[in-house]
């Protein structure tokens, strides 16, 4: 009586651990495949764009000589970046133009802003805004129509500050600059893609870029 009440209790307590282990086998099963899945980030909704696109930016570079007026010559080079939505011919307003570069007067300038450089003379220049547009002469005579030039994705309208070495961090000179992927002067003989006002027109090495 007592084996047999034992060997039935010892069922009893068997068949109980089988359930427990058959509903613990169930419940991880069930809470693994209720499990999350792997976290995927929200696919981004916005269209990639090119920097220049985004920003508005112009990248350019050049390296040229220009002259035509009575005397003198200029030597430039340099380059930068500008966004042309932002040109205005507004007296010292603020226009996204960073742009420098070397300059040295090769003959001496008695006209015009530039009036002074001696030759040799000249060191460097930067920006000061950049314009929408202007008008210019190739050659100051009285002859020659001006010619219009606007800022866009292919040309940059500058007003510059030159520097002389004698004169340190304080601007030798102001004038306005135009450098262009296009020839600015049809009229004029060659290729004019230069100029610096008051002294002239000139074929340089220019690269823009979007």
């Known amino acids: 009586m007592h084996r047999s009440t034992t060997h039935r209790l010892t069922a009893h307590r068997l068949t109980a651990a089988a359930a427990?282990?058959?509903g613990a086998l169930t419940l991880a099963c069930s809470d693994y495949s209720s499990a999350p899945a792997a976290y995927k980030a929200p696919a981004d909704t916005t269209q990639?764009?090119?920097?220049?696109?985004s920003s508005g930016r112009v990248g350019f570079g050049f390296n040229g000589a220009v002259s035509g007026f009575p005397t003198g010559a200029v030597r430039l080079t340099g380059g930068g970046s500008y966004a042309p939505a932002t040109?205005?011919?507004?007296?010292?307003?603020?226009t996204t133009v960073k742009s420098a570069g070397g300059f040295d007067c090769v003959a001496s300038i008695a006209q015009g802003p530039l009036a002074g450089c001696a030759a040799g003379e000249g060191v460097r220049w930067d920006t000061a805004q950049l314009l929408e547009s202007t008008t210019f002469k190739c050659t100051g005579a009285a002859s020659e129509a001006p010619k219009p030039a606007v800022t866009d994705a292919n040309t940059a309208v500058l007003l510059a500050d030159f520097y002389r070495a004698g004169d340190g961090i304080d601007e030798s000179f102001t004038a306005q600059m135009i450098v262009s992927a296009d020839d600015i002067a049809p009229d004029i003989p060659g290729t004019q893609t230069l100029w610096v006002q008051g002294v002239g027109c000139g074929s340089a090495n220019v690269h823009f870029s979007e």
Request: proline share 12%; hydrophobic share 55%.
């Open 20 to 22: 427990l282990l058959a």
């Open 48 to 53: 990639p764009s090119l920097a220049v696109a």
């Open 87 to 94: 040109a205005t011919n507004t007296p010292d307003a603020e």
